[in-house]
């Protein structure tokens, strides 16, 4: 597609439940990441695919939060057993590895309640 | 440990006039920077940046400075123009490569006024 695609845009949910955040990047772009931004914050890192595997996945908050990215495009943000404090707008963003600087999607607004 | 810092979380400009955003940075293994600039309700927006190998980058009405001795870097806007107005964030890599994670500031909120 022409830019990176988040699904859904926004997603309440209830604490103690499961939810999945799809990021559809721009084709041909090899590098996937997710960030997660909180009110009043910068973007924070969560983790990095270079293809089908996490390069560096050391921003994930706990084991309650798992990314993949099977055929190394569309990739999936998984959180478990989710609490009030994973509210949050979900950044993913994609590059070719070229160029500095990615490009990122709207986001996918988070609230657990 | 908040290794990019934005200390002016507002800033507010006259039309026409120059827009100074800053950042500080406290890790020296920090080897390129970028703004980027954001609308409500939409991601960041790529806009400018620089190698710690070059002290000025310009595009435009935009010119990034950096000073490595105090690690400080500044995105300059001349002439500044309602449409300017937004969210921008300095951030930082490591690595050597336009690869892997990027820190973020906190983001100053640029407000111009016709």
């Known amino acids: 597609g022409a830019g990176v695609s988040q699904t859904p845009s926004n997603k309440v949910t209830e604490k103690g439940k499961y939810v999945e955040l799809r990021c559809d990047p721009i084709?041909?772009?090899?590098?996937l990441y997710w960030y997660r931004q909180s009110l009043g914050q910068g973007p924070e890192f969560l983790i990095y695919?270079?293809?089908?595997?996490?390069?560096?996945d050391s921003g994930l908050p706990n084991d309650r939060f798992f990314a993949v990215r099977p055929e190394g495009s569309v990739s999936t943000l998984k959180i478990q057993r989710t609490e009030r404090g994973d509210s949050a707008v979900y950044l993913c963003?994609?590059?070719?590895?070229?160029?500095?600087?990615?490009?990122f999607g709207s986001g996918t607004r988070l609230t657990v309640v | 440990d908040q290794q990019v810092k934005q200390n002016s979380p507002s800033l507010s400009v006259q039309e026409g006039r120059i827009s100074i955003l800053n950042c500080d940075y406290t890790?020296?293994?920090?080897?390129?920077f970028l703004w980027y600039k954001k609308y409500p309700a939409e991601g960041p927006t790529f806009l400018i940046s620089?190698?710690?190998?070059?002290d000025k980058n310009e595009d435009g009405r935009f010119t990034v400075f950096l000073n490595k001795s105090a690690k400080h870097l500044s995105l300059h806007i001349v002439p500044s123009q309602p449409g300017d107005s937004a969210v921008y964030f300095c951030?930082?890599?490591?690595?050597?490569?336009?690869?892997?994670?990027?820190?973020f500031g906190q983001g100053t909120i640029l407000t111009v006024h016709p």
């Open positions: 890790n020296s293994m920090f080897d390129y």
């Open positions: 620089i190698s710690s190998i070059k």
């Open positions: 695919f270079q293809g089908t595997g996490a390069a560096d």
């Open positions: 084709s041909g772009h090899t590098a």
């Open positions: 963003a994609s590059s070719d590895g070229i160029n500095y600087g990615y490009t």
């Open positions: 951030a930082a890599q490591a690595g050597g490569t336009s690869y892997g994670k990027l820190t």
